[in-house]
Nanobody
Framework: QVQLVESGGGLVQAGGSLRLSCAAS????????MGWFRQAPGKEREFVAAISWGGAIYYPTSVKGRFTMSRDNAKNTVYLQMNSLKPEDTAVYYC???????????????????WGQGTQVTVSS
């Protein structure tokens, strides 16, 4: 079992930055691939970023060049640094995990077994 807890969300003006954290506990963190997703009211959950056990990272076009994902296995924590934020980035952001010991990066919600409770990010114009 893996428990995930997101933090770092809040209200920020367009063009500003936020750093989200996801702390994992319950199982060995280093054998899990991790992902970030977001969901705005009335919309489906959207892929934001993912990192494989082998360190490969993938971003969709909507955030590429603005968001950066990283992980610290010693602290069982992954991060999402968000720069140049836009009002369209407003959503609840979720951390997700899946068992993996390969370099494969997964971008669909169905690929992940564990989810955090989410943290709200609001970007004002």
């Amino acid at each position: 079992q893996v428990q995930l807890v997101e933090s770092g969300g809040g209200l920020v003006q367009a063009g500003g930055s936020l750093r989200l954290s996801c702390a994992a506990s319950g199982r060995t963190f280093s054998v899990y691939a991790m992902g970030w997703f977001r969901q705005a009211p009335g919309k489906e959950r959207e892929f934001v970023a993912a990192i494989s056990w082998g360190g490969a990272i993938y971003y969709p076009t909507s955030v590429k060049g603005r968001f950066t994902m990283s992980r610290d296995n010693a602290k069982n924590t992954v991060y999402l640094q968000m720069n140049s934020l836009k009002p369209e980035d407003t959503a609840v952001y979720y951390c997700a995990a899946r068992p993996s010991d390969t370099t494969v990066v997964a971008t669909s919600t169905a690929s992940y077994d564990y989810w955090g409770q989410g943290t709200q990010v609001t970007v004002s114009s």
